[in-house]
């Protein structure tokens, strides 16, 4: 299931939505990406077939995964994991997980940038090397608490980059 400029440009629009509440509110709500899964297993078994939907579920399936457990452990929302899902059943699994990979990049470099602001890098850097066993000691933390990064701009800036990359290069 090649991307094309229908499910493309949904995704592109529904992960636009998404990044606006998620910006607002710190959600990526249920109403957003539950009626995105259903539509887009709909569409693919109206447009192709029991074989389009077949490789809608696969999809959604392969780029859900990472996010569940990634979710399972604390480090994502489940709204994200659902957006994730619903973009595989979208534009198939491997667009999907390339948008996934990328919004992983960014979601990082904003992660980073927003460390840097907050002069916390040296403590997350110190406290992840002691995790790992690779330094000893105690790491003094900082009196901040760490609001953690949201993902549905860099979800929504993943989207846009690559579906436009993938239908330009079509």
Not at 108 to 115: D, K
Request: proline share 6%.
């Amino acid at each position: 299931m090649a991307p094309s400029f229908i499910p493309s440009a949904l995704a592109v629009a529904a992960t636009a939505l998404a990044a606006g509440t998620d910006a607002r509110t710190g959600r990526i709500p249920n109403p957003l990406t539950v009626p995105l899964l259903a539509g887009a297993l709909l569409l693919h078994f109206f447009s192709g077939g029991a074989g389009e939907l077949l490789a809608s579920i696969v999809g959604a399936a392969v780029c859900a995964a990472t996010p569940l457990v990634l979710f399972s452990r604390g480090g994502m929302g489940g709204g994200d994991v659902k957006l994730f899902a619903a973009l595989g059943a979208l534009v198939g699994a491997t667009p999907g997980l390339e948008i996934q990979i990328v919004a992983f990049v960014v979601t990082g470099a904003v992660a980073v940038v927003g460390l840097v602001r907050q002069r916390r890098l040296s403590y997350v850097l110190k406290a992840s090397l002691r995790r790992a066993g690779l330094i000893r000691g105690v790491v003094e933390s900082p009196a901040e608490d760490d609001p953690g990064v949201r993902m549905g701009v860099p979800i929504f800036v993943a989207a846009a980059v690559c579906l436009w990359s993938n239908l330009a290069g079509s």
